[in-house]
């Protein structure tokens, strides 16, 4: 779904995956760039935890100014409009693999 979209894999592991890509949106560009690199990024982690019962992912979405630099400033935008689509993909999914178990 997020290489579908754009996104690229930042960092990966067992329980969280990070996906960036370049903002798309000019006016956040202009708010979030700096003269250091005028290019901020989207980034969406997912943490997943896991139990004996179910797995729960929980995403967090931010913009990031001078992203991958020693000087990376995150701003986050959970509950951000444009990231409510997420949620809605995230219960499709879960819907998708519970269906499968049945």
């Known amino acids: 779904m997020m290489l579908n979209t754009g996104y ?3 960092n ?3 329980s969280l995956m990070v996906f960036e890509k370049p903002v798309q949106n000019v006016l ?3 708010l979030y760039g700096s003269q250091y690199d005028s290019s901020p990024a ?7 935890v896991e139990t ?7 995403a967090s979405f ?8 020693a000087f990376e400033r995150v701003t986050p935008m ?7 689509g997420f949620q809605m993909r995230l219960d499709e999914m879960k819907a998708f693999l519970e269906s499968r178990g049945k």
């Open 62 to 69: 931010a913009v990031v100014t001078n992203p991958g630099s």
């Open 28 to 30: 956040a560009a202009v």
């Open 78 to 84: 959970d509950n951000n409009p444009d990231t409510r």
């Open 8 to 10: 690229n894999v930042k």
């Open 12 to 14: 990966s592991s067992e």
């Open 52 to 58: 004996d019962y179910l797995t729960r992912v929980v």
């Open 42 to 48: 989207a980034r969406v982690s997912y943490s997943i």
